[in-house]
């Protein structure tokens, strides 16, 4: 493998926009020691593209930080936290995070969230996440965690297909579409009771 080079250089970004692309490194089924290409062609044949494992105590402790701290007055509890790892989903993810990238290289930096106007400062929610889960986002592409709820009934058809617009709810208080948010609370409230994070 090529060595990456430094972050916050133009060299960085000329190699993330073309780079091959591995699942982060701690997945456990589709590893990152080959390329996603090679574990989909291997997966073509299996019905199990998607494998479902239970996070590591850090990653436990870290999202549970952040939900308790965004929650406000809502009366939640965490049930589970799991990572799904879906080849194909994440292989349209490297894509797209490339050609974030290129645009990037062309345009230049993106305007960070505390940057934007009336912008409440920095995501909210990556100040709670413990670095081991920080230091693979990609600030230069505005590459941030939120929280995103949903109904019951939705979560297996995410966990194929990902979050589509197309199942939105339709005429919701911004539009249809699919949103992410800062605070645990306001993905619960626009998505109403029975709900999963």
């Not at 850090?58 to 589970?80: C, E, M, P, Y």
């Amino acid at each position: 493998m090529t060595p990456v080079p430094s972050r916050g250089t133009r060299q960085y970004i000329q190699y993330r926009c073309s780079e091959t692309i591995r699942s982060p490194p701690n997945w456990t089924k589709f590893t990152s020691k080959k390329p996603l290409k090679e574990w989909i062609q291997a997966q073509a044949a299996n019905s199990e593209k998607i494998h479902f494992e239970e996070v590591d105590q850090r990653t436990h402790a870290s999202i549970k930080k952040a939900f308790r701290n965004t929650l406000g007055n809502a009366q939640l509890q965490i049930v589970n936290i799991q990572r799904i790892e879906n080849a194909d989903l994440f292989l349209k993810y490297g894509e797209e995070r490339q050609r974030l990238f290129r645009k990037v290289n062309s345009e230049g930096q993106l305007n960070p969230p505390e940057r934007i106007q009336s912008s409440l400062g920095p995501v909210k929610v990556m100040g709670y996440l413990h670095p081991s889960m920080t230091n693979h986002t990609e600030s230069e592409i505005n590459e941030y965690y939120f929280f995103h709820a949903t109904k019951p009934e939705l979560v297996e058809i995410i966990c194929k297909q990902g979050l589509d617009p197309r199942i939105a709810k339709v005429n919701g208080r911004l539009g249809t579409g699919v949103y992410g948010a800062e605070d645990a609370c306001k993905s619960h409230d626009y998505a109403g009771n029975e709900t999963y994070m």
